[in-house]
């Protein structure tokens, strides 16, 4: 106590002297005049400095920071007194400001992030490499989740997929590398499924959410930027390799098979059409199964690159590898409607079980040479793999039982074995030349092809049960096993092979010209882009039946029975046999320029679609198996900026923007995704979506890493395209249709803050849309006794999109101790799933709060060891129907589970666990 009382207290903040931005981790060391006291602390994420408990007397406080001089004060510190010693230190380098916004070395750092979203012409969020490398996320999927405005619709392993910007379905959305757009391999949209891109392999993600007219205009949600990593400005090398471990595969044995022996190629395609299949075309490899106990997970990761001595020639590799095993389970109730009170019914209720294994690869390179002050050349080429292999084993039950109650009848078992393997590759040349003093050229040349080949999809079906057993009054006392049979009557075996390619051939050409006019800077620029597309996909399916009349028992060792090929010429007419062509034709005018403390930028865009589809299927019996569509599309944008300070932006924006329907949505098919609960239908009416888009954003960044960005939007949507069940004949079907009109609108908050080494990142937003559709109500006809249907008008919001989202992120950074630890949570509030035809029975998936960690300690200079956990809460994903679950006929005696009556209906309920990553990082 009496040292305290004796003792006095030194702080202050570190900051750059010119540009007064903070210094996070600079060296600040306090020492008296004859040596006797010195001590050392490093800057917190704030730039701020504390000694507490410092003894009266005469003291020295000095700054360093890396490329910036030495900076240092002399006081005196009194009994008690809180001395505040702030110091500006100065650059190295007379041109450091602005090689700190712009240059190479600074390209992955969270300064340069929050330079882009303050400086940037439109309204944008930016997520740093160094955020990236320390957040729990390994795909650039799971890092949109942490953006404002963004949730992500997650793939069946529990891992993000696509990302929903401000409720804006993945169709509204579209993935830009280095500013260029590329193909997809997904094999329904056209828009890139991010989780084939690894996190480590980017300097930047940046997410547009208003356009300007240079920018392509199919983004009525906004799109995703991936700057691939630069050469900086010395040589670098960074390298990570870690393991890891899937916490459901603790209590569940993971299981694979051996796909070595599929072609890559039908027996058809391989063949020709007119080719006769044979058993030896089908292999029993994929059936061959065996189990391990919790393999595994690794990753893999390097870069390396810099500049020559004179600066003018830059190259830079990199390689991302990731070997990930997970396993999940299911459970699904195959619904419907009943015709009499429109209210839920159960058909079937399935179990499922998933070993997932994926190894993402990627692969990035890039050169440039500046020949001299108004010319640079630069060429890079990348190369992202996900390959994926996954068994499923499912049984399914009937809930037909009446009164024999769960646990007898029929079981329908399917074991499923799937590889597939997704690419793309992109390569771009790109120049920029200086024709004048105000007259600025560049150019690109693109070339991308993404695909994804399945395989040999190789499904086994067999049959069993259990049957009750009753005393001589009727009661049930028990039940007995079925066998284990194939059924004679039906495909015990079938084979499908799905392959799709998209190739895009891309020429961009803009001028700009800066003129003065009345003393104001304007640019002005224009230029066009035209892209030649090829879409082509094959498919072919095959049954194989039972040998002979009788039913064979399947022990697990397929190879002690017997089959026949029952449809051997494959599937040559199915409409998935398609060939489809796009060509898009751009151009564009745009101006900016600033009238005191505003930016105006504005201009319009002109696209034109040229599309042409011929598919394999009978023309006479498929309406729209050969087809085609052109539309003129002009697409006007406004974007107002005033700087309110020099670190303070007041935003209004509009723009108009389109969505095209996806490929595999126009092609008249029938079929479609083993995981859907229900085939899937093309339809060739679809038309294309429009939109007029507003923003209105206030921005704030008081400090070199503290920001506030608050805003509103609204879209108003015409000609929305959602997924519907819809009814032909007997059966039910999953199409994409257009559903009128609708608007978006919401409001946003971002908030980050940091005092010394503690951080606070937080955003939430609020989103409500609104889309009228006819839906129908079945009933029983009171006078007539009959069924019967009529149509209401129900207003519901769009699919996908979900009221609430937010995030919260608690941070700890220590630069002294080497320290960086987050505490990550994401709630994304229900959102509709599946749009069903009748009245009040949508599917809902519920609300998640989800919690991942992630935790980086310095161990030397150049070694680092990082942990990251994901899903600590054991989140699953599930699905209801917003109705009551009542007692029908059919399940009167039965003890549903997971149905409460009284309770919304239950669909189904997907679980992941944990997922436990542990790694060490080197840095050059």
């Given at each position: 106590?009496?040292?305290?009382?004796?003792?006095?207290?030194?702080?202050?903040?570190?900051?750059?002297?010119?540009?007064?931005?903070?210094?996070?981790?600079?060296?600040?060391?306090?020492?008296?005049?004859?040596?006797?006291?010195?001590?050392?602390?490093?800057?917190?994420?704030?730039?701020?400095?504390?000694?507490?408990?410092?003894?009266?007397g005469k003291y020295e406080v000095e700054a360093k920071y890396v490329t910036y001089k030495d900076e240092d004060k002399d006081f005196e510190l009194k009994v008690g007194e809180v001395k505040i010693i702030n110091l500006n230190i100065e650059s190295k380098s007379n041109n450091l400001d602005e090689v700190k916004i712009s240059g190479k070395s600074d390209e992955g750092s969270d300064y340069k992030s929050r330079s882009i979203e303050r400086k940037s012409d439109q309204v944008l969020n930016a997520v740093s490499a160094r955020t990236i490398e320390v957040s729990p996320d390994l795909t650039i999927a799971?890092?949109?989740?942490?953006?404002?405005?963004?949730?992500?619709?997650?793939?069946?392993?529990?891992?993000?997929?696509?990302?929903?910007?401000?409720?804006?379905?993945?169709?509204?959305?579209?993935?830009?590398?280095?500013?260029?757009?590329?193909?997809?391999?997904?094999?329904?949209?056209?828009?890139?499924?991010?989780?084939?891109?690894?996190?480590?392999?980017?300097?930047?993600?940046?997410?547009?959410?208003?356009?300007?007219?240079?920018?392509?205009?199919?983004?009525?949600?906004?799109?995703?930027?991936?700057?691939?990593?630069?050469?900086?400005?010395r040589f670098t090398v960074r390298a990570n390799a870690a393991v890891g471990m899937a916490g459901s595969l603790f209590d569940q044995d993971y299981t694979k098979f051996d796909h070595s022996a599929s072609s890559k190629s039908s027996p058809r395609i391989a063949n020709g059409n007119g080719y006769s299949a044979t058993l030896a075309d089908f292999p029993n490899n994929p059936f061959n199964y065996s189990t391990k106990k919790a393999p595994v997970s690794t990753i893999f990761g390097l870069s390396a690159g810099g500049r020559s001595a004179d600066k003018k020639f830059g190259a830079l590799a990199a390689i991302s590898y990731q070997n990930t095993y997970r396993g999940t389970k299911t459970v699904f109730y195959d619904t419907d409607v009943d015709r009499a009170t429109n209210e839920p019914a159960l058909k079937s209720v399935q179990s499922r079980a998933y070993s997932i294994q994926q190894e993402r690869t990627g692969l990035h390179a890039k050169l440039d040479y500046k020949f001299n002050k108004a010319n640079k050349l630069d060429l890079y080429a990348s190369y992202m793999n996900l390959a994926q292999n996954q068994f499923r084993f499912q049984s399914d039950t009937t809930l037909n039982l009446g009164r024999v109650g769960m646990g007898t009848g029929r079981v329908s078992n399917n074991y499923r074995s799937s590889r597939v393997v997704q690419q793309i590759f992109s390569t771009n040349l790109h120049g920029e030349h200086e024709i004048a003093d105000n007259f600025d050229m560049n150019w690109s040349l693109v070339y991308a092809k993404a695909d994804a080949n399945e395989p040999d999809r190789a499904s086994l079906s067999i049959v069993t049960g259990r049957t009750a057993i009753f005393d001589a009054s009727g009661n049930k006392t028990g039940s007995s096993q079925n066998p284990i049979l194939f059924n004679s009557t039906g495909a015990a075996q079938s084979h499908v092979w799905a392959k799709n390619s998209d190739e895009d051939k891309t020429a961009y050409l803009n001028f700009i010209y800066k003129p003065k006019i009345a003393d104001t800077n304007v640019e002005f620029s224009f230029g066009g882009m035209y892209r030649d597309k090829t879409r082509t996909s094959s498919y072919d399916d095959y049954s194989l039946r039972l040998s002979g009349s009788t039913t064979q028992t399947y022990d697990g060792n397929i190879n002690n029975n017997t089959f026949m090929v029952q449809t051997v010429g494959g599937s040559p007419s199915d409409p998935l046999n398609y060939n489809f062509k796009e060509k898009i034709a751009a151009a564009y005018a745009q101006f900016k320029f600033n009238v005191g403390k505003l930016q105006t930028l504005g201009g319009v865009r002109y696209e034109n679609t040229q599309q042409d589809w011929v598919t394999s299927a009978n023309i006479n019996q498929i309406i729209g198996a050969i087809g085609s569509k052109k539309y003129d599309d002009f697409l006007p944008s406004l974007n107002f900026k005033y700087a309110l300070g020099d670190k303070e932006n007041l935003r209004l924006s509009y723009y108009s923007a389109i969505s095209r329907p996806g490929f595999y949505?126009?092609?008249?098919?029938?079929?479609?995704?083993?995981?859907?609960?229900?085939?899937?239908?093309?339809?060739?009416?679809?038309?294309?979506?429009?939109?007029?888009?507003?923003?209105?954003?206030?921005?704030?960044?008081?400090?070199?890493?503290?920001?506030?960005?608050?805003?509103?939007?609204?879209?108003?949507?015409?000609?929305?395209?959602?997924?519907?069940?819809?009814?032909?004949?007997?059966?039910?079907?999953?199409?994409?249709?257009?559903?009128?009109?609708?608007?978006?609108?919401?409001?946003?908050?971002?908030?980050?803050?940091?005092?010394?080494?503690?951080?606070?990142?937080?955003?939430?937003?609020?989103?409500?849309?609104?889309?009228?559709?006819?839906?129908?109500?079945?009933?029983?006809?009171?006078?007539?006794?009959?069924?019967?249907?009529?149509?209401e008008e129900q207003t519901r919001p769009l699919q996908g999109q979900s009221k609430h989202i937010g995030n919260l992120s608690l941070l700890f950074k220590d630069a002294k101790s080497g320290i960086d630890a987050q505490l990550a949570a994401v709630y994304t509030g229900p959102r509709i799933f599946t749009v069903s035809p009748y009245l009040d029975n949508d599917i809902w998936q519920k609300g998640t709060i989800t919690l991942d960690l992630s935790a980086e300690k310095k161990i030397s200079k150049n070694f680092s060891v990082y942990i990251k956990v994901n899903n600590l809460l054991n989140t699953p994903s599930e699905l209801e129907i917003k109705r009551p679950y009542q007692i029908t006929a059919s399940t009167i005696n039965q003890d549903v589970a997971n149905q409460t009556v009284g309770e919304n209906v239950f669909v189904r309920k997907d679980e992941y666990k944990q997922f436990y990553l542990l790694g060490l990082r080197y840095k050059l």
């Open positions: 106590m009496a040292i305290a009382q004796n003792t006095g207290t030194v702080k202050g903040i570190v900051a750059d002297k010119d540009s007064k931005e903070t210094l996070v981790g600079a060296t600040v060391t306090l020492k008296n005049d004859n040596k006797t006291y010195k001590v050392s602390v490093s800057t917190g994420l704030d730039g701020s400095y504390t000694f507490r408990n410092v003894p009266k799971n890092v949109t989740q942490r953006v404002s405005g963004v949730s992500i619709e997650r793939s069946n392993n529990g891992e993000g997929q696509y990302a929903i910007i401000r409720g804006m379905d993945k169709r509204y959305n579209y993935t830009l590398v280095n500013g260029v757009k590329i193909p997809s391999p997904d094999n329904k949209n056209r828009y890139v499924p991010l989780d084939i891109f690894p996190a480590d392999i980017v300097d930047r993600m940046e997410v547009y959410k208003s356009l300007t007219p240079n920018l392509e205009g199919d983004a009525i949600g906004g799109g995703i930027n991936l700057v691939l990593k630069d050469a900086p400005n949505e126009l092609i008249p098919h029938t079929g479609g995704d083993p995981d859907a609960d229900y085939q899937e239908l093309g339809n060739p009416n679809l038309k294309r979506i429009t939109s007029d888009n507003f923003d209105l954003r206030y921005e704030l960044f008081p400090k070199q890493l503290d920001q506030l960005l608050v805003g509103v939007f609204y879209k108003n949507i015409k000609n929305p395209i959602e997924f519907a069940l819809v009814n032909q004949a007997t059966s039910v079907f999953y199409t994409a249709a257009n559903f009128g009109n609708a608007t978006n609108y919401g409001f946003e908050a971002d908030f980050t803050k940091y005092i010394s080494k503690f951080g606070f990142r937080a955003n939430y937003t609020f989103t409500n849309s609104k889309i009228t559709t006819t839906k129908t109500v079945l009933y029983r006809d009171a006078a007539t006794t009959g069924l019967t249907q009529r149509t």
